[in-house]
């Protein structure tokens, strides 16, 4: 289950997100299933998708959208805080619980619409920049 919090845009799925909802300075969490993990491609390639990261969707209550992903994958929300990214939400971190405490596994990047139901958030991974992260905070504390 990834969470993750940003300081975009508000909505519910039946309408996306409404800029008519005033957030100020408050940050917002959401909940999806990672539907999704795609590994980096080494070399990068100069043209098309380099991977390294995850996908969620947000699908609606009463089951009626199929999974985007896969066949076997969730066509309801799996928490009472499903949901995915919003305008203003980019550069903000995801989440997963271990058996060790919380662990950042992405950062929010984009989604496919205006992040109504049938929509999909991607979250970069950060394992691929393990290395840069080390250096700008030593003391950085990583799960396998």
């Known amino acids: 289950m ?13 309408k996306g997100q409404d800029t008519s909802i005033d957030t100020g300075d408050r940050p917002a969490a959401g909940k999806g ?5 795609e590994e980096a ?4 390639p100069k043209k098309g998708d380099a991977g390294n990261y995850i996908g969620i969707w947000l699908p609606k209550e009463d089951g009626s959208l199929s ?7 969730i066509t309801k929300p799996v928490s009472a805080l499903s949901g995915i990214l919003g305008s203003g939400d980019s550069g903000g971190p995801a989440w ?20 109504a139901y049938g929509e999909k ?24």
Not at 33 to 37: A, M, N
């Open 121 to 144: 958030s991607w979250f970069p991974r950060i394992s691929h920049v393990r290395g840069w992260i080390e250096q700008i905070v030593p003391n950085t504390l990583f799960t396998k």
């Open 33 to 37: 299933l990672i539907e999704s993990v």
């Open 96 to 115: 997963i619980k271990t058996e060790n405490g919380w662990a950042i596994v992405g950062i929010n990047s984009n989604g496919s619409g205006n992040a």
């Open 67 to 73: 999974n985007p992903f896969t066949e076997d994958g």
């Open 2 to 14: 990834l969470t993750f919090v940003g300081y975009g845009w508000r909505g519910a799925g039946k």
């Open 41 to 44: 491609v080494e070399p990068v």
